[in-house]
């Protein structure tokens, strides 16, 4: 028996291209622990992503990876996880990847409930391509050329978007808690069906004032909701910076079962005969 | 009889039952020995449009669509007006209809025949419709038996209520007894084990059978019954199909399943194909084997859903960003897209990039009775070694480098939609761009493609050059100027990508002139060949856009007036 794998063994190695005090770091840390804690196989598990500062992740973890086009990370790990069930698939990708350009993507997963992890790095903006507005994006942000006003439009709810499609099993994390983050994504791996892990990550190169979300984070101590409207309500009256697990209502994952008689290609050639 | 087999044109409002009469006649002939050709003719609206089901009837399986119909059923003449430009009549054409005086303008001419359809179909069942009593009237103008109608009508209608049946039968029982002065096909004497079924079955057939087992795909007019008709099979061989909430998703859920290790499927037409293509470029970056299947219609925009048109070819061959080499092949008739799709499939998996099936609309939707086709097999695969350190992207003779899948042991890798080295690390460097740019090329031009590459016939110093669904019309013109004395070269392309150059122009040694056919506007085929072939051929175009199908007698016109002295 060879010893437990340990989370520098989940890496890598090769350097990531985020700036200092990019919140990802605690992410791929997180992913790490993670994967330690349950004892993934490393040949059995795939990290797929889309584009963006957050895509780069699974080059940087020592697993399978895919890293494709823009937005489509979750559409890659629904065809893989449908294709072959006894993977464990994580998607990752950042607000603009899955929120805007993904979005029809998302919510779809959502409703799919295929039995796959999401993670959105959220940092409220678009990094890679130099700090423009995303979906996330506080109404009167102004610190774009593109918008130099704001982007004049009210932020995207992930979570109250993830619960009115359907997703089963909605949490959100803080880059400033690695731990949590771990502690959570071994809970969504783990959780049969779509699982939703928002994490706050903080950009403090475009977005330096998101270093006071350490101010306003704050776990949730009450049990995860598992009402659809009492969450709801909780998620169109909070502020967002509450974590943990928020919701959990488990339903069947997709695709369900179907007794099926099975057929030859013979068979099937018949039907096309006269 | 014209000189094509009989033709005949079942027409009515969308919903009258025009298409399954016509579906139901094509079965019953075939089960009696004949050949045969059923194109589908529709509006875009699903209820209360137009239908035409137009039959060609033959002895033989070059099936080109008619241009002249022998006969012509109309079951109501409601919209008819929109079929005047597909739907001609020969000069000695009968016509069977409930009101002649309704018929339009443009066929008055010919010789009708009244059938008082609703209060015939009425009498028979007071369930009874027009379109059975109509298939026992033409039933019995083809000397068919009765009782194949009717067993065709009760399989066909067997979740539906027992009333319906007893209707469909009493209603052909009551057209059988019609006695109708009509012109008659020559008898039916084909070889018995035909197949019966549309180039979309044929491609969904040739898939299944080189092995895909995962299929994701949103629906789009004309592919959608592709993969309605696929979707039972392929669970039933263990597979699994997605509907996907767009095209974008279902390509790159494909990549996904394929990645796995799962060969992977997709079927779309023109403006799907157009969401697709910055994945398909993944596809080819990150070496993703995947096989899509392009049923063509007419465009650009959403054009025209329900028509023929073979304008994808540029998109197909030159629509995705970058410099991305891929496959593209053309089916040569219905019963080749069982061969061409599978063996797409074959070589995507054997080159680990896309390949893009140019079917269309002609083939997808039209059913033929045709032999027994021949499927692919795949060769042997090539091991590719990865002795030491595993490399997903390395740099080979071949240029195909061994493909991990999940679950192997210790040879994880990212696939990579950006440049990356051999590792697949991400890379922007000269020499890495260059080498895997080399690297995807060499192993589409190093691949031996064999003689399947086009169907060559004939001999002659004039050829006649064309892509997928207009070999029929190319190959039925080739066959008349032969007969005329004119000998006649064809050349049907099947592998357009990469075009192998060097057998195409030995095919066309000793030629002193070449005419490329194809159905779009802006002669692409005509130009994607000059730029791959040099001048050694002069070149000339027919290029006639869609909707209505090419055919042979146009073509001889053509080469008549202009290309011979």
């Given amino acids: ?274 | 009889m014209t000189r094509d087999g009989l033709s005949i044109a079942i027409t009515g409002a969308g919903g009258a039952g025009a298409i399954s009469c016509g579906e139901m006649l094509l079965r019953a002939w075939a089960a009696a020995g004949g050949r045969g050709l059923l194109r589908k003719a529709f509006g875009p609206q699903i209820r209360g449009g137009e239908a035409a089901a137009l039959l060609t009837l033959t002895d033989s399986e070059d099936y080109t669509a008619a241009t002249h119909y022998d006969l012509l059923l109309a079951l109501d003449w409601l919209n008819f007006e929109r079929f005047e430009d597909e739907i001609r009549l020969a000069d000695h054409a009968a016509v069977v209809c409930e009101s002649p005086g309704d018929a339009p303008e443009f066929i008055k001419a010919a010789r009708f025949q009244d059938v008082a359809f609703k209060q015939l179909a009425a009498d028979s069942h007071p369930e009874g419709r027009s379109n059975m009593l109509a298939l026992g009237l033409l039933g019995r103008a083809l000397e068919l038996p009765v009782e194949s109608l009717c067993e065709l009508a009760e399989q066909r209608l067997a979740s539906r209520p027992q009333a319906y049946r007893d209707a469909a039968r009493a209603g052909i029982e009551a057209g059988f007894e019609l006695e109708l002065s009509l012109p008659r096909p020559a008898p039916a004497r084909g070889e018995p084990g035909a197949w019966c079924m549309s180039g979309n079955q044929a491609a969904a057939y040739g898939a299944l059978d080189a092995g895909i087992r995962f299929v994701a795909a949103y629906p789009i007019t004309p592919a959608s019954d592709l993969l309605e008709w696929m979707a039972g099979p392929l669970e039933q061989l263990g597979g699994h199909l997605v509907q996907a909430e767009d095209e974008l998703a279902a390509i790159n859920m494909a990549l996904g399943a394929s990645f796995g290790g799962v060969p992977a499927f997709t079927a779309t037409s023109g403006p799907g194909l157009a969401l697709m293509s910055e994945s398909i470029g993944l596809a080819v970056a990150s070496e993703t084997p995947v096989c899509i299947v392009n049923v063509q219609r007419g465009g650009p925009s959403t054009g025209i859903p329900t028509k023929s048109e073979q304008s994808d070819l540029d998109i197909a061959l030159h629509g995705l960003h970058g410099d991305a080499p891929h496959l593209v092949l053309a089916p040569l008739d219905i019963g080749d897209c069982v061969f061409t799709t599978g063996w797409a499939v074959h070589l995507a998996a054997a080159l680990q990039t896309p390949a893009i099936v140019l079917s269309d609309q002609f083939l997808g939707q039209s059913t033929a009775v045709v032999s027994e086709p021949r499927r692919h097999r795949a060769e042997p695969g090539q091991v590719v070694a990865s002795d030491g350190d595993y490399l997903r992207y390395r740099l080979t003779a071949s240029g195909v480098s061994a493909m991990a899948v999940p679950g192997d042991s210790d040879r994880r890798f990212t696939a990579d939609g950006l440049e990356h080295n051999e590792r697949g690390t991400p890379s922007a460097s000269q020499t890495d761009h260059q080498q895997q740019l080399d690297k995807r090329r060499h192993k589409l031009d190093a691949h031996e493609f064999g003689e399947d590459w086009a169907e060559v016939a004939g001999e002659g110093e004039l050829a006649l050059l064309c892509f997928g669904s207009s070999a029929a019309a190319v190959r039925a013109a080739a066959a008349r100027l032969a007969r005329s004395g004119t000998a006649v070269r064809s050349v049907a392309i099947r592998l357009l990508a990469p075009l192998p150059v060097a057998e195409l122009h030995d095919a066309l040694e000793g030629c002193s002139r070449a005419l490329v056919v194809e159905q779009n506007h802006s002669a692409q085929l005509f130009h994607y060949l000059r730029s791959q072939m040099g001048v050694d051929v002069p070149l000339r175009s027919y290029a006639r856009p869609g909707p209505v199908p090419l055919n042979p007698d146009e073509l001889c016109e053509f080469i008549n007036q202009e290309m011979l002295p």
């Fill in chain 1, 1 to 274: 028996m060879n010893a437990p794998l340990k989370p520098k063994d989940y890496k890598s190695g090769i350097k990531p291209i985020w700036c200092p005090g990019c919140g990802h770091y605690s992410v791929l840390n997180a992913v790490a622990k993670a994967m330690a804690a349950l004892e993934l196989s490393r040949d059995d598990t795939v990290l797929v992503s889309g584009i963006g500062c957050s895509s780069r992740l699974p080059a940087y973890t020592d697993s399978y990876g895919f890293h494709g086009v823009h937005g489509r990370g979750l559409a890659v790990a629904q065809g893989l996880k449908v294709a072959r069930p006894d993977l464990t698939v994580i998607t990752l990708g950042g607000d603009g990847d899955g929120f805007s350009i993904g979005g029809n993507h998302f919510l779809h997963a959502c409703r799919r409930n295929v039995d796959i992890t999401y993670i959105v790095m959220d940092n409220e903006v678009y990094g890679m391509t130099k700090g423009q507005a995303s979906p996330t994006t506080p109404i009167d942000w102004d610190s774009s050329k593109l918008t130099p006003h704001g982007p004049g439009v009210r932020p995207f709810k992930p979570a109250a978007v993830a619960l009115a499609t359907g997703a089963p099993w909605i949490a959100r994390g803080y880059s400033g808690n690695p731990n949590q983050i771990a502690r959570l994504l071994s809970e969504a791996i783990q959780h049969k069906g779509f699982s939703f892990l928002h994490v706050l990550s903080q950009c403090i190169t475009y977005c330096p004032e998101q270093t006071d979300w350490k101010a306003i984070v704050h776990e949730r101590e009450a049990e995860p909701l598992t009402d659809a409207s009492e969450a709801a309500a909780l998620f169109f009256a909070e502020s967002g910076f509450e974590t943990g697990l928020l919701y959990h209502q488990p339903r069947a994952p997709w695709p369900p079962q179907h007794e099926q008689q099975p057929a030859s290609l013979d068979d099937i050639a018949e039907r096309l005969r006269v």
